[in-house]
């Protein structure tokens, strides 16, 4: 005796939600499955082995009735093991999907038992998860049969697991026939759903209530006033009129799908005129139905296949109908699709922006937004599926690519985005609405309509009260509390309901109350704006199809990226990346990492080319900055002068030789009208639109990474900063060309002052950016990528090209310390460069004060370094040169008071201008030296004066101490520092520690060289008077031959060497010197009427001694007067002077 069916016990909602969902999982899986056996690089190895063909071709022919022992398996024994491990994946999957047919097919037979009257707009959820499975089911039956190697993976299985186990699987024999009966799966399917069509077609027919209204042209719905809360604005506060709430934001795409599986399950039924219309308006829309992902149909022409198979059903006429069906949909679907998109753009910006200026409205007109997002998103998997997948050729019909090359489709996405990230901005006050809504309106109307039920059975009597109670309990302390809500159980009883209250014999028929039916559906939505906005978000306005699209999704962002009205929106490409996540499903964890990793290196790849773009638009703005401020510099100045000049000249001359007037800086700016877009003006207009999408928004969450837009701005903004500073120095080592230390300065601060402007358009710490990148540029080489550095190249050419060319090309570069510059006095015609190089343009006051700001002091230390390393090698050769003479020097050392024996002497000592000229280039460097630390001094003085008069302070009031070896150590420990700071120190710091580490401690010797290398000097000194080039410049103060450095060449090389061996002793060695130099000259005077040659330049040399005394700080002019007459000095001023004013 059979029991009558209780609804109640079925568990019909319970079971379609764990359908739903396991049908999600199954399609996922067997997508993944087909997508692995197509690409050669995933599918397992041994399905390409070509001596595994001819089993493959026995498994093909056999299947599924298989003999293992055939001679021709053999062959898969020796892989059973690879076999069975590699394919149990795919084995498994097909399993698992014919338990999941299995389990449809019990599920459809229990509805068609308890005659569930299905209709979307009453019992929505029962409707839209039956027509889902149904959907899901037949979509994944579809794919199984589009699986290429499906039987040889199955069959291959199961002879390697047979090999292993000695029997078959228990599930293949099932298996194999499953995929036999499915190979054409709609002709199965078709003869499976005849009994099920009572519940599915009045499902379908339901849809015409809704799907008619959602399919509409964009000229249709902007005379509607589809999504304008201005199209009636006394009405703008009120809750949209409507009793199918949740329809409203129903996915079209779903619903085609709905109809055309549906119908095509039930062919039967499409003479009836509303599932006619419905059909027809379907195939209309579109070409291209989406399965699973990227996984598509040409719809129309699988449907002819389909209707061409079926005997003994007359179909031509279908046929036909659903050919001229294909056809239209190719005319016209593309250009309704186009114009909706046109129509959406304005609609959802127009929604924004309300919505931004009054977040309130979120409340009542909240369904707007996932109406908008929900036809958005439809209309972007339209675009994506119909240009990836072209129709055939075959049907003669030209697509314009306009209507698939969206180039404003950027701000579509963009103005999705921007609804999405407002309502969750502003959900406590969706929140606070719709928990008023629930408790003050929806709680007393269903207690009205529970009321007025005439009868309720106890279980529909108990959800319903739960309802009422639950609702009715909320409160707006909850939302000011934070309190995190859970109205899910709401939900879910409201889902069981319609699955009791839609069977044909149910206590309590649903048809019969359409009100609580429809006000149930209004309390879920609501109950959704409270606890599950994110969701509803996703539901609606997800975009991860995009990952399965990558070319396309690159393209429209590269075309974004190519058209400056869109760049403000191209934000939105990565911020879509953190949309791929939704594709996965948990019964596929294998791809999560696959589909995460592809997430973020599109994110990070979107990122890097977006600062690529704002870095190159700021490099335009900088040279053309660069360009105004070098029009600026004062050289230019001198077309200015000489115009006026002119200003006497007569009118005809000037006729005669008038060319074009060059444009004055300045006039750049004057405008003659707005219109005139000048190329400034356009890139002020792209760094506006490209830094609006790096500020706007702080994070981007991307799989499990937080991708932060200005972080990667900024990293961009320095590298290309760093770059930018050494490229504009336009340094060439091989022509030894170099921008002036000045003209580099003047550069660089129009380009901090563009930067700084950044910080008008994005919200970035400059400061930041110029702390991180300058401080590099004053070490050798840069944290960046280890590139040299503004230092390392000025370095180098102060050191190898202009002071080379000083040292080596006596008389054509002279040290002036009246100009305090290096100055050329002639070019130098031997030149290999053959370039003629005015020093004073590189190597004077103004010039190294401009080095020294853009090195600052670590980069003015580094030059000092290099310098100090040059002076010891010099060093170096010159006890070298002592050593070689050591015993004549000795004896010249104790016989500088008999004029005959040092004669004799003087005679037997070699190399003697060899020494003159090392000491000479030591000479030069050090003044180079001292010039850079005056610059160095100037330059911190204005720029930290209070910290700069501590040092100072410091230096002249070191703390005295009473041991003398501990006093000495912290006079240099302050020297050092001074030294640093560009203060002048009797003896060079730098100098000390460069000669000390050159020290050789075996030697005992280095105090007495040190004391012969003096004597060398001063007995050498006289020699200068017989060289043309000696001679000294008033005008210079200095020698042609640059021999006045030798007074600072003799201090600080004295000062240092007897710091070093013989600590206290500097004084008194350069006393000796002086003795030793003063009495050589008074030789020279007195060998005046012997030889005129010798005494050519006699005075320049006396004054020699004089700049020796006045360079030391050891030496005093009492000294001096006790040793050479102070009438020699005055004579030899008198005469040079006198002479350099004949020459003038």
């Known amino acids: 005796m059979s029991r009558a069916m209780v609804p109640s016990q079925q568990k019909l ?135 290429e190697d499906r039987r040889v993976v199955l069959s291959l299985y199961n002879v390697a697991y047979e090999y292993l186990h000695a029997s078959s699987d228990p599930s293949f024999p099932r298996l194999g026939q499953m995929v036999i009966d499915y190979d054409i799966p709609l002709r199965k399917l078709s003869e499976e759903f005849v009994p099920h069509s009572r519940v599915l077609v009045p499902a379908i027919m339901s849809l015409h209530k809704i799907y008619p209204k959602r399919n509409l042209p964009a000229d249709q719905m902007r005379a509607t006033g589809f999504l304008s809360l201005l199209a009636e604005p006394p009405k703008i506060m009120n809750v949209p009129n409507t009793d199918m709430v949740q329809c409203e934001y129903l996915s079209v795409d779903a619903m085609e799908r709905w ?44 449907i002819t296949s389909f209707f061409e198979g079926l005997k003994g059903h007359n179909m031509s006429k279908r046929i036909t109908e659903v050919r001229d069906l294909q056809h239209q949909a190719l005319q016209s679907a593309p250009g309704i699709h186009r114009e909706r998109r046109k129509f959406l753009r304005s609609a959802l910006k127009e929604l924004a922006l309300i919505y931004t200026d009054q977040p309130g409205l979120l409340g009542p007109k909240g369904l707007y937004v996932f109406q908008g997002l929900a036809v958005a998103r439809d ?299 000048t190329r400034m003006d356009k890139l002020h207009m792209a760094l506006t639109e490209l830094c609006y999408a790096i500020n706007y928004c702080n994070v981007i969450q991307v799989w499990e990474h937080g991708f932060v837009p200005r972080e990667f701005f900024i990293q961009h903004l320095e590298t290309r900063f760093n770059k930018a500073l050494v490229g504009m120095m336009m340094y060439n080592p091989d022509t030894s060309e170099i921008a002036k230390p000045s003209e580099l300065l003047s550069s660089v601060k129009a380009i901090m002052s563009v930067l700084q402007g950044l910080e008008n358009y994005v919200q970035i710490d400059i400061a930041r950016v110029f702390n991180s990148v300058l401080p590099q ?59 003629y190089l005015a020093a004073e343009e590189y190597a004077d006051l103004t010039e190294l004060r401009a080095l020294a700001e853009l090195i600052g002091p670590y980069g003015m230390r580094y030059l000092g370094e290099r310098l100090m390393g040059h002076v010891a090698s010099q060093v170096e050769e010159l006890k070298k040169l002592v050593i070689q003479n050591k015993e004549v020097l000795f004896n010249m050392r104790t016989s500088f008071d008999k004029p005959e024996v040092m004669r004799d002497l003087f005679r037997r000592l070699g190399n003697v201008d060899s020494v003159l000229m090392r000491m000479t280039i030591i000479g030069i460097l050090l003044s180079y030296r001292s010039l850079a630390q005056e610059a160095l001094l100037d330059v911190l003085e204005d720029r930290i004066p209070f910290l700069m008069a501590s040092v100072q302070d410091l230096q002249h009031f070191v703390p005295n101490m009473k041991d003398t070896k501990y006093s000495n150590m912290k006079q240099q420990v302050v020297n050092e520092m001074a030294s640093a700071a560009g203060l002048s120190c009797d003896i060079d710091p730098l100098l000390i520690s460069a000669l000390r580490s050159q020290k050789n401690v075996a030697n005992e010797s280095d105090y007495e060289l040190a004391c012969l290398l003096m004597v060398f000097v001063a007995v050498s000194i006289p020699t200068l008077a017989k060289k043309d080039f000696s001679v000294f410049k008033a005008s210079l103060e200095g020698n042609l031959n640059n ?29 000796e010197f002086l003795a030793l130099a003063s009495s050589s000259l008074l030789r020279l005077g007195q060998s005046q009427e012997q030889d005129k040659e010798t005494v050519r330049n006699r005075e320049s040399v006396y004054i020699l001694l004089d700049l020796i005394v006045q360079e030391s700080p050891y030496l005093t002019m009492d000294l001096l007067e006790s040793c050479f007459p102070y009438a020699l000095l005055r004579n030899a001023y008198h005469t040079v002077y006198k002479a350099s004013a004949v020459d003038n």
């Not at 027809?280 to 070409?287: C, F, I, V």
């Not at 309390?523 to 699209?549: A, P, Q, R």
């Not at 090209?801 to 031997?830: C, E, W």
């Open 13 to 147: 909602a319970e079971k379609l939600t764990i359908l739903n969902d396991r049908g999600r999982g199954m399609l996922t899986r067997i997508y993944n499955i087909k997508k692995m056996l197509t690409n050669t690089d995933s599918k397992p190895p041994f399905l390409s082995d070509k001596s595994l063909e001819s089993a493959f071709k026995y498994l093909l022919k056999k299947f599924p009735n298989i003999d293992n022992h055939a001679g021709a398996l053999q062959v898969i024994n020796n892989i059973k093991q690879d076999v069975v491990k590699s394919l149990s994946l795919y084995y498994f999957t097909f399993v698992d999907i014919m338990d999941f047919k299995d389990h449809v097919v019990d599920l459809l037979t229990t509805i068609d038992a308890c005659q569930v009257h299905m209709d979307i707009t009453l019992n929505y959820d029962l409707t839209l998860n039956y027509l889902n499975l149904i959907s899901t089911y037949v979509s994944i039956m579809i794919l199984v049969s589009r699986v």
């Open 379 to 677: 209309e972007i998997h339209w675009l994506l599926r119909h240009f990836d997948n072209p129709p055939s050729k075959r049907h003669n019909v030209k697509l314009s690519q306009e209507d698939f090359v969206d180039r404003q489709l950027p701000e579509l996405l963009f103005n999705m985005e921007e609804l999405k990230s407002l309502v969750r901005k502003y959900n406590q006050v969706v929140q606070r609405y719709y928990v008023q809504y629930l408790a003050g309106f929806d709680s007393v109307l269903l207690n009205q309509l529970i009321q007025n039920l005439a009868h309720c059975p106890e279980d529909e009597s108990v959800i319903l009260s739960s309802l009422y109670n639950t609702i009715a309990a909320l409160s707006v302390k909850q939302v000011e509390a934070n309190e995190v809500f859970d109205l899910r159980g709401i939900r879910l009883d409201w889902f069981r309901l319609q699955a009791y209250t839609g069977v044909s014999r149910a206590g309590l028929v649903l048809r019969d109350h359409q009100d609580l039916g429809k006000h149930l559906n209004m309390i879920i939505y609501h109950t959704k704006m409270v606890d599950y906005l994110d969701e509803l978000l996703n539901e609606t306005g997800d975009l991860s199809i995009y990952c399965f699209y990558t070319q396309i999704f690159e393209h429209q962002f590269k075309q974004c990226m190519e058209f400056p009205a869109q760049h403000r929106y191209s934000i939105v490409f990565p911020i879509i990346c953190g949309h791929f996540m939704n594709a996965t499903h948990e019964l596929c964890p294998e791809e999560r990492h696959s589909i995460g990793t592809t997430s973020v290196q599109y994110a990070h790849w979107f990122l890097k080319e977006m600062s690529d773009e704002v870095n190159q638009v700021i490099t335009a703005i900088c040279e053309e900055q660069c360009m105004l401020n070098y029009k600026l510099l004062p050289k230019h100045s001198a077309a200015s002068i000489l115009q006026s000049s002119n200003k006497h000249k007569k009118k005809q001359d000037k006729k005669k030789n008038q060319g074009p007037e060059e444009e004055k800086p300045g006039m750049e700016s004057a405008r003659k009208n707005r219109e005139n877009f």
């Open 777 to 835: 540029q004053t070490q050798a080489t840069d944290s960046f990528n280890g590139e040299k550095t503004i230092t390392a190249n000025y370095t180098n050419w102060y050191l190898e090209v202009l002071l080379r060319r000083v040292t080596v090309n006596m008389g054509h570069i002279v040290y002036s310390p009246n100009h305090k510059a290096f100055v050329t006095v002639a070019q130098d015609n031997n030149s290999k460069e053959n370039l």
């Open 1043 to 1071: 021999s006045h450095c030798l007074a600072k060449a003799v201090n600080q090389i004295a000062g240092a060497l007897f710091t070093i061996h013989g600590p206290g002793d500097v004084s008194d060695r350069l006393q």
């Open 259 to 302: 109809i055309i599986f549906s119908m095509l399950l039930c062919h039967q039924y499409l003479q009836e005129a509303q599932l006619w219309d419905l059909w027809k308006t379907a195939l209309q829309s579109g070409y291209i139905v989406q399965l699973c992902r990227d996984e598509v149909l040409h719809i129309h022409s699988y």
